[in-house]
């Protein structure tokens, strides 16, 4: 990898809608990698996320096909509908930030993934993270690698498990904070629709 690659590509593994402090060390950069070819990995951030409800931090689930029995690589892994999930997702969604600031300007750039069926599970993370990136006004091209390939400086092999979600960041406002003090290690659209325009400087102070 030459110099200027490493000033301008970041490998990361692919989740759902992930924790705000996935996003401070991509800001600046050109390119992400992701592996396809690498495991799915169960009670993960690959298909799970946190929001702040009114009861506290909720787990959101995307349920694929095989259930807790797949071993696929994470390219491979589909999407399960035999549960209305989307409807679950995005009824929970909006319970729980339809009083924050900046819902009402976001919430449709993110209803149609909660409406079509997407067949694939990193298709799906994907897109999702194209929508907070044009949010957050961060310019970087997904590079998803279908390969396996050799193992790359700086890439984050950590970090995926939920039990990894209750990092220390700098508390921003939030909805329900009044009730459970300031929630951490949930997803970024939760910093998204409590800061608007200013989620993307909350990052940077982070880095």
Known sequence: MNQTESTTTIVKDLYYLP?????????GKTELKTDGSKSFVKSSFHNRCYIGAANGKLLLSVPVAGGRS????LK????????????HHWNSICSAYNKSTFFPYY?????R????KTEFLAELNIQLLYICFKILDI???????????EPE?????????????????MPYYQVFQDR????AGLSIIDLIFNLGPDAKKHLLQLR
């Open 113 to 116: 993934f909660f409406e079509e």
């Open 70 to 73: 797949v071993k696929e690589a």
């Open 76 to 87: 491979d892994v589909r999407i399960s509908y035999a549960d209305k999930w989307q409807q």
């Open 180 to 183: 459970h003090g300031f929630m």
């Open 107 to 111: 919430e449709d750039h993110f209803r």
């Open 139 to 149: 310019n970087i091209d997904i590079d998803f690698q279908h390969q396996t390939r």
């Open 19 to 27: 924790p705000l402090t996935w996003f401070p060390d991509i800001i």
């Open 153 to 169: 400086s700086g890439y984050h092999t950590g970090k995926h498990l939920i039990s990894d979600a209750a990092e220390t960041v």
